[in-house]
C-alpha cells in the first residue's frame, strides 16, 4: 500500500491534497438532540452531508474517500435505530447510485456482510458491479465493519494457508497480511478526519492508519461541508509526514 498527494488548487494558495481521505462521520445523534430533533433527523442529515462531501471530494481531486458508514459495535444501538439507518442506506443507494455511476464514482465496499438482510446484501453488490469499471474517483464504504475483525479474518485466512500446506509460516510479514485484508488495492488513508470533537480511531481502518495523518473536528458531521473538509487538508498539508524516518517526505 503507498501514501500519495495531487495538487489542489484553492483562491489564496495551492496546498496539496491528500491521494485518499477517510472519515469517520460522528455526532449525528448529538446535532438532533441540540436541536430538539430525532436522532432519525440527525441521520438523515447526515446523509445529505454524505452526499456534499462526496462530490467535494472529487472536486478537489482526492482519489480515494473512505466513510465509516455502519460499525460493527453499532449492533448494540437500540433496533428503532438500526432500522432507521439501514431505511437510510437503503434510500441512498436507490437515490443515489445512478448520479454516483454517472460521475464515474467506484463503490467499493468493506466489512461482514454475513448475516445481513438479503435486500442490503444484494444492493451493495449491486453497487460494487455496476461501477466496477470506473475510475474517476473511489468511494470505500465501511459498512458492518470493525478493524480488529478485519485483521483477524485476514490472520485466519493466512493461518488456514499455512495449516493446507500452501504457505510457509516463516514468509508472512506486514506486507503479506496487508493483502489479505478488505480491499488491499486501495492506498494507506493520508489523512483520517473525525468529526463531533472525538479524539480516538473507534476500531476503524487501525491497520492502515499506521502513517496517517489525524485530524478531529469540533462540528458534528450533519454540518460538515466543502469548507470544513478543506480546512482539515489545509491541516494536513501542514503536516511534516517522516514515515518513522528523520527527513521529511512531501507530496509522497
Known amino acids: 500500500m503507498s501514501n500519495g498527494a495531487m495538487p489542489l488548487p484553492t483562491d489564496s494558495d495551492r496546498t496539496e491534497a491528500p491521494r485518499h481521505v477517510a472519515i469517520i462521520m460522528d455526532g449525528n445523534g448529538r446535532w438532533a438532540a441540540a436541536r430538539g ?28 474517500l473512505t466513510i465509516f458508514s455502519f460499525s460493527s459495535e453499532n449492533w448494540t444501538r437500540p433496533a428503532s435505530e438500526i432500522g432507521d439507518l439501514f431505511a437510510l442506506l437503503r434510500r441512498f443507494i436507490r437515490n443515489d447510485l445512478a448520479t454516483l455511476h454517472s460521475d464515474g464514482v467506484r ?77 488491499p488495492d486501495v492506498p494507506d488513508p493520508d489523512l483520517i478526519i473525525r468529526t463531533s470533537g472525538e479524539q480516538r480511531l473507534s476500531n476503524f481502518l487501525m491497520w492502515q492508519a499506521a502513517y496517517s495523518e489525524l485530524v478531529f473536528v469540533p462540528i458534528h458531521w450533519p454540518d460538515f461541508d466543502k469548507a470544513a473538509l478543506e480546512g482539515a487538508i489545509k491541516e494536513y498539508a501542514t503536516r511534516e509526514r517522516r514515515f518513522g524516518g528523520l527527513v521529511a517526505k512531501t507530496g509522497s
Request: a neutral charge; hydrophobic letters at 40%; aromatic letters at 4%.
Open 107 to 183: 463503490v467499493r465496499v468493506i466489512g461482514e456482510r454475513g448475516g445481513l438482510e438479503s435486500d442490503i446484501t444484494a444492493m451493495l453488490t449491486e453497487a460494487e458491479e455496476l461501477t466496477r469499471n470506473n475510475n474517476r474517483f473511489t468511494l470505500v464504504v465501511a459498512f458492518n465493519y470493525g478493524s480488529r475483525q478485519e485483521i483477524a479474518h485476514a490472520a485466519q485466512r493466512l493461518a488456514q494457508e499455512v495449516a493446507a500446506g500452501k504457505r510457509d509460516a516463516a514468509s508472512i510479514d506486514a506486507d503479506t497480511l496487508g493483502n489479505y485484508l478488505d480491499a
Open 37 to 64: 430533533l430525532p436522532r432519525a433527523e440527525g441521520h438523515r442529515r447526515g446523509v445529505e452531508a454524505l452526499r456534499k462531501v462526496v462530490r467535494a471530494a472529487g472536486e478537489l481531486g482526492i482519489s480515494y
